[in-house]
């Protein structure tokens, strides 16, 4: 059974300050997505992440991924309170029939950027 | 371009009733997932369709049914509610296989 664990799961980070989330799974996959999720409401897509050593960065966030090690890292540079939100990472777990798969996601993180 | 389109945005039932939620993907995507979202168990899937046929099923009792129609547009139908079926119901979908998913506004269901 695939896990997704991500640490930590509560952050509370001044502006300006850098910091990483982390995302461990316990299966090989080859796709793993970062998503943003503002209070009530959807999961807004921020990364998709396809090959070992894939690296894409939009703004201040930066995520990365490594199969062997099988963890994904999201990190956070100069942080402004825009950016508090909660941030799940989801692996791709395929299912039996061709062509079938669905999201497992970790915990999530509840990130708090204060002034 | 349209989003994903889920009606109703809320909803209050009774327990023991039953409810139905849908949802129209992005035009062209013929993938439609669905997941629920509950602070203690967090997000977790429930189906997939994919041309009018399930794909795959999460670990949720026969309770939880759906259905995807011609028009990739799809349901889920919930019996019996139950105080513990209180939760954000989001659906998502894609165009193929290694695509990247399509989230909806989700449609937040609560049970009194």
């Known amino acids: 059974e695939l896990k997704v664990e991500q640490n930590p799961l509560f952050l509370s980070m001044q502006e300006g300050k850098n910091y990483t989330i982390y995302c461990n799974y316990s299966t090989t996959s080859d796709r793993l997505y970062w998503y943003r999720q503002d209070p009530g409401k959807s999961l807004e897509s921020l990364f998709v992440l396809l090959s070992n050593g894939a690296v894409k960065q939009e703004g201040r966030l930066m995520a990365s991924l490594d199969t062997k090690a099988r963890l994904s890292t999201l990190h956070i540079t100069a942080a402004v309170h825009d950016l508090s939100a909660t941030y799940f990472c989801?692996?791709?777990?395929?299912?039996?029939?061709?062509?079938?798969?669905?999201?497992?996601f970790g915990k999530g993180t509840k990130l708090t950027v204060n002034p | 371009k349209a989003g994903v389109t889920q009606t109703p945005r809320y909803l209050i039932k009774t327990r023991g009733q039953q409810v139905t939620l849908s949802c129209s993907p992005i035009?062209?995507?013929?993938?439609v997932s669905w997941y629920q979202q509950t602070p203690g168990q967090g997000l977790q899937f429930l189906f997939e369709y994919f041309s009018e046929t399930q794909r795959n099923k999460g670990n949720f009792p026969g309770r939880f049914s759906g259905r995807q129609f011609s028009n990739s547009r799809s349901e889920m139908n919930v019996s019996t509610l139950e105080l513990g079926d209180s939760a954000l119901y989001l659906c998502a979908s894609r165009p193929g296989r290694a695509d990247g998913y399509t989230f909806g506004s989700g449609t937040r269901l609560t049970v009194v």
């Open positions: 989801a692996v791709v777990r395929f299912g039996t029939q061709g062509g079938s798969e669905k999201l497992v």
């Open positions: 035009s062209g995507h013929r993938s």
